[in-house]
């Protein structure tokens, strides 16, 4: 793993936003995947800026999310469908075909991850993953435990995220208790990842992904045995 510290929150989202662009200038139909939450919003930002400065052009990428909340419909205000079209891809105008983001109200859930899987393959695989870390040491919505050979499925949210993320919500019980995730061996098996830490409470966490044992109660330490990994780090938070 490559490490790079940022000196705060700004400078972080730069560097990731120049790797992103970088990325897609060298190779115009890269398929691209994508994160939620709070971390890659100012990356998202600056992408915005380079498209309408007109220094990148995405039209031509196909994009993945990495998770979706059960039960919320794309046009639910805290899905996760509804985040990355309002933050990101309606303003750099991509074609919604070729955005690619789990359906956490599919009647067949089970199918709907088997189908994900199947698309992310039928594109030829991710060739640049963005990850950010949870506080837990979840990549995507893959919980401590999570089998490190896991594809796209179904999880039970942990407490933790759950608490968490109500902070999106008017209250803890709103809170979605599953989600559709692509699973620790799809992410393992992109091409290039960049994990971004930043935020309250990851100093620990981040400390056990980078250099402590590789195991299922770190979802995250697994990335030590991906071949082309850079993590971002925040180092304000440290
Ligand atoms: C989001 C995702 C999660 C978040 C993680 C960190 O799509 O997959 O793993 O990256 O929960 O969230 P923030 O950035 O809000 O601290």
Redesign the pocket.
């Known amino acids: 793993m490559e490490i790079i510290y940022a000196s705060n929150y700004e400078d972080m989202s730069r560097k990731a936003a120049i790797a992103i662009a970088q990325q897609v200038i060298k190779k115009p139909t890269s398929v691209m995947g ?8 100012r990356t998202y930002e600056i992408l915005i800026e380079f498209h309408r400065q007109g220094i990148v052009d995405f039209s031509s990428i196909n994009t993945f ?3 979706e909340y059960v039960g919320l419909p794309s046009n639910h205000p805290q899905s ?1 469908s509804f ?1 990355m079209f309002k933050n990101l891809f309606r303003q750099i105008q991509l074609d919604p075909s070729r955005i690619h983001i789990p359906s956490g109200t599919a009647s067949d859930l089970l199918q709907e991850c088997a189908v994900y899987e199947e698309a992310i393959q039928s594109l030829g695989g991710i060739d640049f993953q963005l ?5 837990n040491g ?5 919980e401590p435990g999570t089998h490190l050979n896991s594809v796209t499925h179904v999880v039970s949210l942990s407490q933790e ?1 759950i608490k ?2 109500s902070r999106f919500f008017s209250s803890l019980e709103e809170v979605p208790k599953r989600a559709i ?1 692509m699973g620790i061996k799809s992410i393992m098996n992109t091409r290039k990842i960049i994990l ?1 830490v ?3 409470k ?1 100093a620990e966490i981040v400390h056990r992904t980078l250099s402590g044992p590789i195991n299922e109660e770190v979802p995250a330490s697994v990335l030590q045995l991906h071949p082309n990994t850079t993590v971002i780090i925040d180092q304000s938070i440290l």
């Open positions: 994508f994160a939620t939450g709070s971390t890659p919003l999310n990495l998770d996760y985040f990850l950010g870390l949870g506080p979840h990549i995507g919505f893959n995220t968490a993320n995730t971004l930043s935020g309250e990851k």
